[in-house]
């Protein structure tokens, strides 16, 4: 790494010195997300010496990748021992890097029983706005505690430094998986996810969409034997259950294909964040697609952004622009002035010259 870190190093002490805005990339995959990026492309999956696993304990469900390797790499070392990464992270057309993963904070259909990528990342090793090399948490749980840097950086969008290393836990793959479908509306979905959700059942994932409710168990076979005869429905075959949250992960399925061409044409794919007790927003027209037992719900509609984001924020929630050709209504949910100023001090403290992505989180970050 030394070669490559030394190379980056010259280019971000460059960069503050005019105050002239980096634009961080893994290999462009997200480019999408976020504001529009900003400034000179620093594409790190560009350094071969920032590509690889630094060491990988399956014994201890860890392990330590660099930033630049390819998240489809990683998954296929990972799977050569039964284990997995549990958040599954989205991969975009399998070009997303590890760093670009973490940057993006973004979780696949299993968020809600396994937790968020920022919940998995044990420690990071991330170059500052004055291209000192800074190390945080470490390779163990109890080594995560205090200020708690290293989640700090998922989902910053690159605007607090430049990831070189991560630490990641790791999980074995399930023992057992069933797929089971229900014939449902939207309201009657949620009332019983709801109301599933109180009970020891090994939902893994559940997805909503046009009039159908998707429940995958995953465990012990036991356990999801049993969860099939208490719970009913229809059993999908695997050969057809696995592509659909494979495609619901990537963002590859019917639903995100159609969302792409609808943003082509002028409307806007958007992301709610609600408690997964929130009803039916019948209010918002367009299509809707709901995961993690009802709190992730993805919407595309040609509504006012503020029409959008008021819905939200009057089931408890918020709304993100996902995806849209027109951003002028800010990607992110407005944050309050004391948490706002939270964020702004953390972006001086990290990167004083303010050259990292700057704006594609919030203006003025």
Known sequence: ??????????????AAAERAPVQLLGSGSKSFYGEVPQGLPLRISDFASLRGISSYEPSELVVTVKAGTPLAELEQVLAEQNQHLAFEPPRFGGQGTVGG???????????????ALREHVLGITLLNG???????????????????????????????????????KV??????????RFEQSQAHAL?????????????????????????????????????????????IAP???????????????????????????GAALWRLSLPQTAPALDKLHGEQLLEWGGAQRWLTTAMPAAQVREAAAQAGGHASLFRATDKSAGVFAPLPPPLLRIH??????????????????????
Do not use: C
């Open 101 to 115: 993963m973490v940057a993006s904070g973004l979780s696949g259909p299993a968020r809600a029983s396994m937790g």
């Open 130 to 168: 004055q291209a000192e090399a800074l190390n945080f948490g470490g390779t163990v749980m109890k080594n995560v505690a205090g200020y708690d840097v290293s989640r700090l950086i998922a989902g910053s969008m690159g605007i607090l430094g430049v990831i070189l290393e991560v630490s990641l």
């Open 239 to 265: 050969e057809l259950a696995q592509p659909f949250w494979l495609g619901l992960r990537d963002q590859s399925d019917e639903f995100f294909q159609a969302a792409q061409r609808a943003v082509q044409g």
């Open 171 to 180: 999980l074995p793959l399930p023992v057992a998986e069933a797929t089971l």
């Open 344 to 365: 702004r001090e953390l972006k001086k403290s990290f990167d004083p010259q303010g050259i990292f992505n700057p704006g594609r989180l919030y203006a003025g970050l």
């Open 1 to 14: 790494m030394t070669l490559a870190l030394t190379e980056i190093q010259e280019h971000i002490r460059s």
């Open 191 to 235: 009332n019983q996810l709801n109301r599933w959700g109180g009970l020891p059942l090994p939902i893994n994932a559940s997805a909503w969409w046009d009039g159908a409710l998707l429940l995958r168990l995953s465990g012990a076979q036991a356990a999801v034997d049993a969860a099939r005869q208490s719970l009913g429905g229809e059993l």
